[in-house]
């Protein structure tokens, strides 16, 4: 009757006492953070697609991103072809097609003048850019299209241009070729090169030369992106804008490029083996259409914002586990080796403080910048935690060397969020240092006791 009540007072005194029970305990409560943890990381991903949300309303209301393509040549040709009728006797008839023609020499120069719009606290790149393309229009081989020079109707031809907006376009466009202006009108039918096409009527019935020059300006507005698809035999593209944090995006890089903090300047000369469109052919309106090989083609400017919080708020959360785990262990070894026992629930309290971090950088950020916003979580945390570790350990010193240690943490996570390239040889080589230090801290343990 007696010996019961004192094994289960044992038992309760062995919880309380061991140091394998405790890290049990801390054990299971990092496991427990790791729900608020994923909440957070939640919610960083719901702010930003707030924030994708309203660049997309903003780009909307202004103008989306522009993707520059074309001019091609576009020449009614008169083609016999054979038919059944009902009866299923053979006739004739005359049709008319299309020759397409794709520019032999083609230059593009852009400036971009851009700016930020703000949306609460979200922040849009837009721009204006006076965009100038040229070139020439060589002949067509008629020959190995199977086509005589009498079939064509050269005062029928059409030059006809795409941009992917055309809510950016701020002018009528206009088109010089051979000799002749012409304004160029939206193409509403359904039977275009283009999904947003502009054509403009050209006579060449009258062209003397083996070649058609074409020149035009495009004034327009849009936003984030400007992309081009280089349709020429050779297209030579120059653009130039006042954004210092410029991404040069898309299949090709640029073969020269300057960026400072006044403003880029980026020129591609691209050759036409590198486009998976041919120069001439007939009869099929949806070549250019295709928009997997446009993506594999065309290449441009991102205006990207020279911080994304956001992006640098979630690398920071997911060392959150890491950051409580070393706390936690620093902890519990202060705890061991001063002989000062810190209830399991005052670890939570702490768990719960650094939790709240990623929640305070989050906010922060949004308003004052990332690297603000962390200074200040970080400070606001780490004094926190030092003030609380004092009142519990009633020493100073105790409690400033493990706000010291709490501070290396957070520098450490800091310099490897911003070292992308070097983060992993970092990290690595710092958490093999830690776990040398828990190494060489642990031998004053003397596990059998507890």
């Given at each position: 009757m007696i010996?019961?009540?004192?094994q289960k007072h044992g038992f309760i005194d062995w919880l309380?006492?061991?140091?394998t029970a405790k890290l049990v305990f801390i054990g299971i409560l990092i496991l427990v953070l790791l729900i608020p943890s994923s909440l957070v990381q939640n919610l960083i991903n719901e702010r930003a697609d707030r924030q994708e949300d309203m660049m997309n309303d903003v780009s909307d209301k202004w103008s989306g991103s522009q993707l520059i393509a074309g001019p091609?040549?576009?020449?009614?040709?008169?083609?016999?072809?054979?038919?059944?009728?009902?009866?299923?006797?053979?006739?004739?008839?005359?049709?008319?097609?299309?020759?397409?023609?794709?520019p032999d020499d083609l230059h593009i120069k852009a400036e971009l003048h851009t700016e930020v719009l703000h949306r609460g606290i979200f922040d849009v790149v837009v721009y204006n850019t006076a965009v100038k393309v040229s070139g020439n229009f060589a002949w067509a081989d008629l020959a190995a299209l199977n086509i005589s020079p009498g079939q064509l109707f050269l005062n029928k031809a059409k030059i006809t241009f795409s941009i992917s907006d055309l809510k950016?376009?701020?002018?009528?466009?206009?088109?010089t070729s051979a000799g002749k202006n012409s304004t160029a009108e939206p193409v509403f039918t359904g039977d275009t090169v283009f999904n947003n096409g502009l054509q403009a009527a050209v006579d060449l019935s009258d062209l003397k030369d083996t070649q058609a020059?074409?020149?035009?300006?495009?004034?327009?507005?849009?936003?984030?992106?400007?992309?081009?698809?280089?349709?020429?035999k050779t297209t030579d593209v120059e653009a130039s804008g006042n954004w210092g944090s410029p991404s040069f995006d898309g299949r090709y890089l640029p073969d020269t490029r300057k960026v400072d903090n006044n403003?880029?300047?980026?020129?591609?000369?691209?050759?036409?083996?590198?486009?998976?469109?041919?120069?001439?052919?007939?009869?099929?309106?949806?070549v250019l259409r295709d928009q997997k090989k446009q993506q594999n083609a065309m290449f441009g400017i991102k205006l990207r914002l020279p911080v994304d919080q956001y992006q640098k708020t979630m690398r920071t959360?997911?060392?959150?586990?890491?950051?409580?785990?070393?706390?936690?262990?620093?902890?519990?070894l202060t705890e061991v080796i001063r002989k000062q026992k810190i209830h399991v629930f005052n670890y939570l309290l702490i768990g719960a403080a650094m939790i709240i971090y990623y929640s305070l950088l989050l906010s922060f950020s949004e308003q004052i910048g990332f690297t603000m916003a962390y200074l200040v979580a970080s400070v606001a945390t780490v004094g926190l935690i030092t003030t609380f570790i004092g009142s519990l350990l009633k020493n100073r010193n105790a409690a400033f060397l493990f706000g010291f240690i709490l501070s290396v943490f957070y520098i450490f996570i800091y310099v490897i969020i911003q070292l992308e390239d070097l983060a992993l040889i970092i990290g690595s080589s710092a958490l093999f240092i830690i776990v040398a230090m828990l190494m060489y801290f642990s031998r004053k343990i003397n596990w059998d006791r507890h």
């Open positions: 010996e019961q009540p004192e309380k006492e061991s140091v091609v040549l576009v020449i009614p040709y008169q083609k016999h072809v054979k038919y059944q009728d009902d009866n299923q006797k053979e006739k004739e008839k005359d049709v008319i097609e299309n020759l397409y023609i794709l950016g376009l701020k002018t009528n466009p206009v088109i020059s074409f020149n035009y300006a495009l004034d327009l507005k849009g936003s984030l992106e400007l992309s081009f698809l280089p349709l020429g403003g880029f300047s980026a020129r591609w000369r691209m050759l036409y083996y590198n486009r998976p469109y041919p120069q001439q052919w007939t009869g099929d309106v949806s959360s997911k060392y959150s586990l890491l950051i409580i785990f070393l706390t936690f262990i620093s902890l519990f």
